[in-house]
């Protein structure tokens, strides 16, 4: 694998992105397999996978929509946020 250098900020972007994106897949692919898994408990397992890894998300997602109402819709800038 590749190493990519970058700053500090685009490297946490960036990891938030992925983080943000793969999770509504993943559970969703986790429930519509588990319908049509041969193996159910084993299908059982990875849905309830799914939903541990989607916690920090759910948790995540409000303080994002905190951060862009203050930040974007109040006006405030950013040496207020530290």
């Given at each position: 694998m590749l190493a990519l250098e970058l700053p500090?900020?685009?490297n946490r972007v960036f990891?938030?992105?992925?983080?943000?994106?793969?999770?509504?897949?993943?559970l969703i692919?986790?429930?519509?397999?588990?319908?049509h898994?041969?193996?159910?408990?084993?299908?059982l397992g990875a849905l309830v996978a799914a939903i541990l890894?989607?916690?920090p998300?759910?948790?995540m997602?409000?303080?994002?929509?905190?951060a862009f109402f203050r930040l974007v819709v109040l006006g405030e800038g950013k040496a207020n946020c530290e």
């Open positions: 500090q900020d685009a990891g938030g992105m992925m983080f943000s994106l793969s999770v509504p897949f993943c692919y986790a429930i519509h397999a588990r319908r898994a041969p193996d159910k408990l084993a299908a890894f989607t916690l998300y759910l948790v997602m409000p303080q994002v929509v905190y």
